[in-house]
């Protein structure tokens, strides 16, 4: 069967977050079907992401900006949780009159500094691995458009304010 392919060079070159593209991607792939992406780097949180949908991957450098990525339905392994993510050194910030009643955030992601689709990668594999009802903080530098939909589509509670060096987020998983 053919591979569903994806190029995501020129989405990627013009700072897109193509995370949305690629999971939708994955969500219409038939039974034992490859998926192939056509990327400007080798995207190593898809890889965890991925992993824990079952699926196995190979990467093939092919030169500068220009990588081929192959993920495989991997029928011996089965999807685990792993460990949650690391929480970042930056302390949660005080509860707002929208998130009262919120539990104190239990991951806190500083994403800046990150290309895209780095950041929106790190937030929904962190809130993979929320238990229900906790909260997940993110710092991010710009405000992630293409995340809402994909948070809203999970069933997450989204509250998102501006601070001086970027946007933060707090996602509070349903629960």
Same mark, same amino acid.
Request: charge should be negative.
């Given at each position: 069967? /053919?591979?569903?392919?994806?190029?995501?060079?020129?989405?990627?070159?013009?700072?897109?977050?193509?995370?949305? +593209?690629?999971?939708?991607?994955?969500?219409?792939?038939?039974?034992?079907?490859?998926?192939?992406?056509?990327?400007? $780097?080798?995207? !190593?949180?898809?890889?965890?992401?991925?992993? +824990?949908?079952? $699926?196995?991957?190979? =990467?093939?450098?092919?030169?500068?900006?220009?990588?081929?990525?192959? !993920? +495989?339905?991997?029928?011996?392994?089965?999807?685990?949780?792993? =460990?949650?993510?690391?929480?970042?050194?930056?302390?949660?910030?005080?509860?707002?009159?929208?998130?009262?009643?919120? @539990?104190?955030?239990?991951? *806190?992601?500083?994403?800046?500094?990150?290309?895209?689709?780095?950041?929106?990668?790190?937030?929904?594999?962190? !809130?993979?691995?929320?238990?229900?009802?906790? *909260?997940?903080?993110?710092?991010?530098?710009?405000? @992630?458009? $293409?995340?809402?939909? /994909?948070?809203?589509?999970?069933? =997450?509670?989204?509250?998102?304010?501006?601070?001086?060096?970027?946007?933060?987020?707090?996602?509070?998983?349903?629960?």
């Amino acid at each position: 069967m /053919e591979p569903l392919t994806l190029d995501l060079r020129d989405e990627l070159r013009r700072g897109g977050e193509p995370l949305p +593209r690629i999971l939708d991607a994955v969500a219409r792939l038939a039974p034992a079907q490859d998926l192939r992406l056509l990327t400007t $780097f080798e995207p !190593f949180p898809l890889y965890a992401v991925l992993g +824990r949908k079952g $699926f196995g991957h190979e =990467a093939i450098h092919h030169g500068e900006g220009d990588w081929e990525i192959r !993920f +495989r339905p991997d029928a011996q392994r089965a999807p685990t949780k792993p =460990a949650a993510a690391p929480a970042a050194s930056t302390p949660a910030t005080p509860a707002t009159p929208a998130t009262e009643g919120w @539990p104190t955030p239990s991951v *806190v992601l500083d994403n800046r500094g990150l290309q895209p689709p780095e950041p929106m990668v790190r937030i929904l594999d962190a !809130f993979e691995h929320l238990d229900a009802g906790a *909260v997940l903080e993110a710092v991010n530098e710009r405000d @992630p458009v $293409f995340l809402y939909p /994909e948070l809203q589509a999970r069933g =997450a509670a989204i509250h998102t304010e501006k601070v001086a060096d970027g946007v933060r987020l707090l996602i509070r998983r349903a629960g």
